[in-house]
């Protein structure tokens, strides 16, 4: 059984740096699409970054970003101790949202929340103005 275990988000002003964590266990999957995803309320949920673990047709470590979070986010993944990471720079209010990370096995790099299998619990991160 996958689960995926976020930590803590946080509050920032804006301008301010946050860096998310997620657990990943019980994943068997040869290839993989990790993502970073938000929602904020009374809006849809997100894809804010992706990453690819390598399959036949996706180069290992390929990213995509969402274009309101290019050049001040980072997604990274550490192999060793299954986890994803989310680096947030110069964070705004808007960025202001619960914050998840998910996996979709799958030789495709993709950002769409509607296709991912497993989620995390959610972790709320507010910026202040």
């Known amino acids: 059984q996958v689960q995926l275990v976020e930590s803590e988000g946080g509050s920032v002003q804006a301008g301010g740096s946050l860096r998310l964590s997620c657990k990943v266990s019980?994943?068997?999957?040869?290839?993989?699409?990790m993502g970073w995803f938000r929602q904020a309320p009374g809006k849809e949920r997100e894809g804010v970054a992706a990453?690819?673990?390598?399959?036949?047709?996706?180069?290992?470590?390929?990213?995509d970003y969402a274009e309101s979070v290019k050049g001040r986010f980072t997604i990274s993944r550490d192999n060793a101790n299954p986890t994803l990471y989310l680096q947030m720079n110069s964070l705004q209010p808007e960025d202001t949202a619960m914050y998840y990370c998910?996996?979709?096995?799958?030789?495709?790099?993709?950002?769409?929340?509607?296709?991912?299998?497993?989620w995390g619990q959610g972790t709320q991160v507010t910026v202040s103005s």
């Open positions: 990453i690819h673990t390598g399959s036949l047709y996706t180069r290992a470590g390929s990213t």
């Open positions: 998910a996996v979709r096995p799958g030789t495709a790099l993709t950002m769409d929340p509607r296709v991912y299998n497993y």
């Open positions: 019980g994943y068997t999957y040869q290839s993989a699409s």
